[in-house]
């Protein structure tokens, strides 16, 4: 039929990973009673929105054929020195600004080793992501858990709700909105979309490759920053053992199985949406089941790996030039 | 024939064609034990791809080969090293991280590998040979001679009957050269048949026994060294059968005036590639670059268009309209109105991934041309109406994915993704690479109306009957340097090719 083999040929992962999280929200709609109940639904979007926003930032990157894997430890680590400072009684706006420029210097750092010292991405960023964390962790603040301090903007932005939906939801959408809107429609946008697929011709071609590639790692760490303050906001408080959780493979986890290919020049802002709609959807279900801790995490590495296997087929990264054969 | 000299390899009416176009075709070859064979021609003739299917690299797309007299067919290069053809590339295959003696049983190790054990071995082996190379050192430590000394102690080492030497003396000294062809006259000695493929002539007449030449994958002339002189093997490499329409004699009276100088550059080097050249590139005509592979040829441009940089110190001056500039990144030269055509399209041209409209975009955006803060996709959609119809890109929809279309068209993408940023000077590096018949006319019909239109062209190519059909001057390039300029007029393909071999 002709249909259906128009179907097939347009069965990309994107609409694959929608079709299975639809599949799972209705079975899990079915199936699991207490699911489909507004406070439930609430706690999906929420706990999407955070590591959505992360995922909107390492999708930046990723694009870019780069990999950001310090992004968990800038958001724990710069949001817990802000905190600190906040507590030892410095004016907002100076903590603010000091940690901001910190975030930014972390991200400005991680471009610039990866694009001038062309370091591989994935050492420049576990070295400084470890160094973050090891610092701040042993110089700037005295515990592992930092407080928000009470009446503060950050403890009342996480009661703010519309709708009965926390602001976080709302953030996630504006933000995704916002990078949609520059992958799309800038210059700089369309870049990292050049970039991603050859580096090479796109230098050829002038695009400035290098400084576009340290503006991509400032993204990361700003957006990092950002999930860190709505985490505190929703938590009252940041715990810097986030660090060492899994939080950074959920991360790549959300980028990877919604589409954006490792190789680089795939993917959007769509395909985050999609992963971190399946991810979110998947994890608060495995909780309700109650299945526990080890086993979601077996399951969560399960899927990443067979993502990861997907994605080499699908995109892969050099298309057998060696097979070309001179003349 | 002799009957005292057997062929060891036998090679009948061999074709192979890569996308359907013939690189070698019904070529017969024979290589005899204990000789040492040269096999002559222009870039793009057909030695390699010959040497690649006798070496199991390549399949033949048609023909029969026979080694010691029983017909085979190597499907892997293993296969035919296994059987004793072992081929030495122009780039070496060895690990650089790992010893010297790692490498010469690398694909030969036992289960369990001592490694003084090796050591000791390699060391004896070595001896034997007579290669003063330390089989403790590390490959990447060693000199481009003692790499191919280690490359061919590995042919050696799996008792190969029959080496292949890919322009084993590009990247030698004159000194290495010497040591070199002692060793070719000692593996001689040893009953090791070789073939030896050079664009240095003198060099093959000097060491070969026997010389075949290819042309435009066609063998044209082949017997005894001992019948060959220089001007012989010029004259077969370069006279020509198949022209024809393509290549019709050019009307030398009708060439372009120069017009205004654009770049002019003055002894400029970088590294050994490129070695203390000058030249200069006029408005209004095409200026024709000839060079073998490996002259450097690429290079220079490279430097002009801002992708390679020159030596900081010693490394010349490049004026562009009487303004010194040293450029840093393309992106300089691009906003000075030089776009650079690569010869090398898949790597470092198109963007595979995306469509024909974003390719060109892409050119567009990268030299600032897009004025308005937000992009549309009517732009892009916009652009890719008008280029493929200017440039006659033939595809299905504007939709379709560069990847999707042949090489002629995805050419042209390449080529339009340059001229889309409206420059003032065009380097076109092997335009008609990999394209076919058809599309290199439309290619060559592009070149010359942008030279009429009042650009400055530079087209780089290996092709004699291009350069001589296209040129309104010519440059030849040997060793990193600009050694001849040729006006049309007085240039024939020999005088070009004696000028490029050395």
Known sequence: MNGSRAFLRNLNQERIVFIVAVLIF?????????????????SIVRSIAVLGILALGMSVVIIGRGIDLSMVAVMAMSVAWYLQLLGDGMPDHMALALVLGGVLVIGFINGFLVAYAEVPAIFVTLASGAFVFGYVRSQLIPSDAVAVPSGHWVELLGGVRYLGIPIEVFLFLALAGAMFVFLRFTKWGRYVYYAGDNPVAARNMGIPVRPMLVLRYVLAAVTAFLAGLLTAASLHSINTRVVNSTLLYDIVLVAVIGGIGLSGGKGGVRNVLVGAALIGIMLNAMTIIDISLLYQNLIKSTILLFAIIVDGLLNPRDEQTAQQGDI | MDPTVRPIVKMEQITKAYRSVPAVKDVDFDLHEGEIHALLGENGAGKSTLTKVMAGVVEATSGHMSYLGKPVQFATPHEALQAGIAMVFQETSLVPSMTVAQNLYLGSEKFLNRLRGIYISAQQFLQSLNFPVDPAAMVEALGAAKRQMVEIARAVHHEARVIIFDEPTATLTPEEKRHFFALLRRLKARGVSIVFISHALEEALMISDRITILRDGELVATGPTADFDREKIIAAMVGRTLSGELYSKRDVTHLRKPGRKVLSVQDISMGAMVRNTSFSVFEGQITGVFGLIGSGRTEMFKIVAGIYKRDFLRGGAIDIDDR????????????DGIAYVTEDRKSEGIFETM?????????FLAAGREQGLVIKSRTIRDLAEEWTGRLNIKTINADARVVELSGGNQQKVVIGKGLIQKPRMVIFDEPTRGVDVAAIAEIHQIIKDLADQGLAVVMISSYLPEIMNLSDRILVC???????????????EEKIMYAAVH
Request: charge should be neutral; aromatic fraction near 8%.
């Open chain 2, 478 to 492: 040997r060793q990193g340097r600009i050694v001849e300029e040729l006006s049309p007029v007085e240039a024939t």
């Open chain 2, 355 to 363: 469509s024909i409209g974003e390719n060109l975009f892409g050119g």
């Open chain 1, 26 to 42: 209705g079975a899990a709609v079915i199936g699991l009673p207490g699911f489909l109940t507004a406070a439930n639904l609430i």
């Open chain 2, 324 to 335: 010194p500039v040293r450029y840093y990144t393309p992106t300089q030269a691009v906003r």
